[in-house]
């Protein structure tokens, strides 16, 4: 073509452009209609972080903006997971928005799902979101809670799903298509009911369509569980508070949380195995509460229980009489687990002590010679033997013990004393001549302290005589029968001497020109007074000083003693021996028995007690246990008794509270007194401090009269009937203690008539079992306990009173049967298990390994259950001249008994019983109450840390346990 041609042509153009009215392209038209703005993907789902099923959808929108106002267009959306096979391509529908689908079998755990947007012109704008996949869960929003009897389960919907399959077991098994349970297209939410206290394991399958994945999702596991099913008791001891709750089938392992005082959280403490717990960590005088649940699989906390330390204070108060007889017993010595006896006429008896109610003799040394005094030093003992001097016998094998050596040189009189420091041995060599009659006769005596060193048994070497002041004195025995010892005591360089005419001797043994004399203020008056028995505890000395009573002397320098404190405390002279322990002061005397002070102030000894015992000479103590050598040949009977110091003492009555009603019931839980006050309903007390109660609510019962309370966790039961003792109808009440001074109603059972004649009450793993001699045993549903229903009646005997739960087993007090057992392992299928004992049972109570009971006359029972299938009649303790049992209540090592004195005893008492070993329980003392009369009426009896309450006709009585 040529250029006239083109010109042409283009003037042409440029002629029909304009006739159409159309203005030419240049580059600022170009540049606008081929914009550089990408379109933007805004991805609704799923999450940055979302964890997948086996198929994964998408959902979003994409945008293409010119300019930021023209809509462009998009021509293509694609996806793809990078470093897989995975992609493909999506639909834009014309609002823009998107939806995709793919799997995910061949990916990983871990995978980026990257979207790219193309519009016309070829821009491009991407979008990427990381995803999880977690191998063999592919439904991971598949999710269980359980509550009371219920599991709701949930999940997300799983794309290109047809159906949803739900398999679950209650054993702990792992469900499928063969094991367990299969429910058939179930939806989100499904709630399914379950029983409590199981382990429900479940699993969801995801259906797709014929020719697709479908998705399975992981195991879930959870227990149901409503507040009551664990429901902790918490029982207080010495320095510490046990706990125990339900079993339950799913698990063993659970964790105990804590809360101090009367408010705040309750923090997490502890997690162990098993169903009950110890806190060792506990205060005395301060409240706790607990919670329990298992430790997985659960979130259902328990209500929480209260306790307080036990109020028994460690203190002398019971003797156990002669469990064994020596003759010619002159001491007694306990190391360890083995009691050394030494006698004139039997040598050395060796009894094992490990129980010490039921010592057993297992060895003899010295057969048939005279032993004074034994003293054991590691597998030594060392005896003082009189005539023969010393002996040593090898006792590490106490069944059978074998001469080591001995010490008797031509200068030996009569050794009677002995003491040891380190490699040495002291004795107190005794002699005297009679110059007179037999009675009030007159002897010269002479007295000698024999150092000797024994670091080799076998060869005992005299390291020195000590030679001591010789003195006329007037004796009141014979020669051939006197039983004093001159008593000698080490500690560290001084020795510690009685000494007839010195009062105590105090030597520096290993020099022996250092000495002092320490003398009695009275000693003038009958120079036959000194140190008969000694006890060394740091820089004090307590002296036994026969007709003087207790010279108490601070040797803080030994050489310048001071006598600090010296009192017959009443003793009426005799005093014989000496014992410390810890901070109690025993002595032996032949009048009054054994004393027993505290010495909490050394200086200031103030008796406590005094244990009857005749004649008591000498004292040994070993821990909590001190045994008495007591009785002479011409006293009668020698033998060995036992002071048990870890019994209660100093109970006190600490406050009466007159309340408005008839008081016929108390349960305590923490600081707080719970009463069922008759005709005045419910009222609170705070008992922080027990000699100023403090009323804190009264809930009236209009109509009615409470009668019986328990407590279970944050719940009181109360059981009211009619206020017209000639109606049966009666209800129950059950109140919220979250707020301990302030409960709160929650429910009433009974107000269709179903409680007349019911008469005791027991609450355990969500159930309330009732004792009702018109209808049976009642059992019902608290597991909720705004809404508690009647789900059992069990057919029993007309006389069933009380009853008590321990684990599987219900013991009913029954009047004709006595104590029964129900088997309650099923609630709902409970039945007649067994007779525990035969005698009239009114009250009961237990507290896991026993079962106690108030019997209907004198007696009551105390039976093993630790063995519930075996249940034991251990002991029958009497109550002299009782009538009727009444109330009985348990914690720590103590049973508490009420019963009614006859008409020669018209008191009402509470007998306290050492239960700490069941198969040997012991009684403790006896409270008299109030004279018994027909306005007082002993009823409920119970315990909390250190308080004792007594329910009686006129009110409350609360009794301090701790002096």
């Known amino acids: 073509m040529n250029v006239k041609t083109t010109a042409f042509a283009a003037l042409a153009a440029s002629c029909i452009l304009c006739s159409c009215g159309m203005t030419f392209l240049d580059a600022s038209n170009v540049s606008r209609a081929k914009d550089s703005v990408p379109p933007v993907i805004s991805l609704s789902s799923p999450a940055d972080g979302f964890q997948c099923a086996n198929i994964v959808e998408a959902r979003g929108t994409v945008s293409d ?21 995975v992609q493909g391509t999506a639909a834009v529908a014309a609002d823009g928005s998107f939806v995709f689908q793919f ?149 063993d392992e659970f964790t105990v949380f804590r809360r101090v005082g009367e408010a705040g959280t309750f923090d997490e403490f502890r997690t162990t195995t098993g169903t009950s717990f110890t806190d060792t960590t506990a205060q005395n005088g301060q409240s706790y509460y607990y919670k329990v649940r298992p430790s997985d699989h659960c979130g259902t906390l328990s209500r929480a229980a209260a306790a307080q330390t036990d109020g028994f204070e460690t203190s002398p108060s019971i003797v156990q009489s002669s469990p064994l007889t020596l003759r010619k017993v002159k001491d007694v010595f306990i190391d360890g687990n083995y009691l050394y006896g030494s006698s004139l006429t039997t040598g050395l008896s060796i009894y094992k002590a490990s129980d010490p109610y039921a010592l057993v003799l297992c060895g003899i040394a010295a057969a048939g010679k005279p032993v004074y005094q034994t003293i054991v030093d590691g597998n030594y003992a060392y005896c003082a033997a009189g005539a023969d001097g010393l002996y040593i016998y090898d006792v590490s094998n106490p069944a059978a013990p074998t001469s080591a050596g001995s010490y008797d040189a031509d200068d030996i009189v009569c050794v009677r004393g002995i003491a040891k420091s380190g490699d040495y041995v002291l004795l107190s060599d005794f002699s005297s001549t009679n110059t007179g009659g037999n009675n009030g006769w007159e002897a010269s005596y002479n007295c000698s302290v024999k150092v000797i060193d024994v670091s080799t048994p076998e060869a005992p070497i005299l390291e020195r005589t000590i030679t001591l002041d010789a003195a ?22 001084y020795a510690f001497i009685g000494e007839r005419g010195a009062g105590l001797r105090i030597v520096d043994w290993k020099n022996p020109t250092v000495a002092a004399s320490v003398f009695p203020p009275d000693l003038s008056n009958n120079s036959a007074a000194y140190a008969k028995g000694i006890a060394v505890l740091g820089n004090y000395v307590y002296a036994a000083v026969d007709y003087f009573g207790i010279m108490v002397v601070d040797i803080s320098d030994p050489l310048n003693p001071n006598v600090v404190r010296y009192d017959d405390y009443g003793a009426n002279g005799r005093t014989r021996d000496v014992a410390v322990v810890g901070k109690w002061l025993l002595t032996a005397n032949l009048d009054l028995g054994v004393q027993i002070f505290d010495a909490s102030d050394p200086a200031a000894p103030t008796v406590l007690r005094n244990i009857p015992i005749d004649y008591p000479f000498q004292l040994s103590a070993d821990g909590p246990i001190a045994y008495v050598f007591n009785g002479l040949s011409y006293y009668g009977t020698e033998n060995i008794s036992i002071v048990d110091l870890n019994m209660p003492i100093g109970i006190m009555e600490k406050s009466v509270i007159a309340t408005e009603g008839t008081c016929y019931d108390v349960a305590a839980a923490g600081p707080y007194a719970y009463v069922a006050d008759g005709t005045a309903g419910l009222r609170v007390f705070d008992m922080s401090d027990p000699a100023a109660p403090v009323p804190t609510a009264a809930l009236p019962a209009s109509g009615f009269r409470a009668n019986k309370i328990k407590i279970a966790g944050e719940l009181a039961f109360v059981l009211f009937d009619s206020a017209n003792i000639s109606s049966a109808v009666q209800k129950m009440n059950i109140y919220n203690l979250t707020e301990p001074s302030s409960p709160k109603l929650l429910s009433t059972i009974g107000d269709d008539g179903d409680l007349s004649y019911a008469r005791g009450l027991a609450v355990s793993g969500g159930y309330l079992y009732l004792t009702n001699y018109a209808k049976g045993l009642q059992v019902f549903d608290i597991n909720d306990p705004t809404a508690p229903y009647s789900v059992n009646t069990v057919d029993a005997s007309a006389a069933i009173n009380d009853i008590a739960i321990s684990g599987n087993y219900a013991y009913v007090a029954d009047e004709t049967l006595g104590a029964v057992a129900y088997d309650i392992s099923d609630p709902l299928k409970t039945y007649y298990a067994m007779a525990v004992s035969m005698s009239e049972c009114l009250n009961l109570c237990t507290n896991g390994t026993g079962l106690f009971s108030s019997n209907v006359f004198s007696d009551s029972t105390l039976s093993d259950i630790s063995d519930p299938e075996d249940p034991t009649l251990i002991a029958t303790v009497t109550n ?47 409270i008299d109450t109030v004279p018994v009369s027909d306005s007082y009426v002993t009823n409920g009896l119970a315990v909390e840390g250190p308080v004792l309450y007594c329910a009686m006709g006129d009110g409350l009585r609360v009794y301090k346990l701790r002096p």
């Open 65 to 85: 903006l010119a300019d930021g106002t023209a809509v462009g267009k998009v021509e293509s959306l694609s996806y793809a997971i990078p470093g897989s096979t």
């Open 472 to 493: 006329t004195l007037i004796d009141y025995g014979t020669i051939s029968e006197d039983n004093t010892v001159v008593e000698i005591a080490v500690s560290g360089d």
């Open 103 to 251: 799997e995910t079998t061949t990916l990983g755990t871990a995978f980026v799902l990257t979207l790219t947007a193309r519009d016309w012109n070829g821009n491009a704008g991407s979008a990427s979101v990381s995803l999880q996949k977690t191998a063999g869960n592919s439904i991971p929003s598949f999710a269980a809670e359980a509550s009371n009897k219920q599991v709701g389960l949930t999940w997300e919907s799983v794309p290109n799903t047809v159906d949803y399959t739900l398999y679950y077991s209650d054993n702990g098994s792992l469900p499928s298509e063969t094991v367990g349970t299969s429910v058939q297209n179930v939806q989100s939410p499904y709630s399914l009911t379950c029983e409590n206290g199981k382990l429900y394991t479940f699993r969801l399958q995801a259906n797709a369509p014929e020719g697709s994945t479908g998705s399975l999702s992981d195991y879930v596991k959870t227990i149901p569980l409503s507040e009551m099913t664990l429901v902790p008791r918490a029982y207080g001891k010495r320095g510490k508070i046990a706990l125990e709750w339900n079993g339950i089938d799913a698990t």
């Open 880 to 926: 002299t001249s009782a009538v009727l049992g009444r109330g009985v209540a348990a914690t720590g090592n103590y049973a508490f008994f009420s019963y009614t004195g006859n008409e020669g005893d018209m008191m009402f008492k509470i007998r306290i019983v050492d239960i700490g070993k069941l198969s040997s329980p012991r009684m403790i003392a006896d």
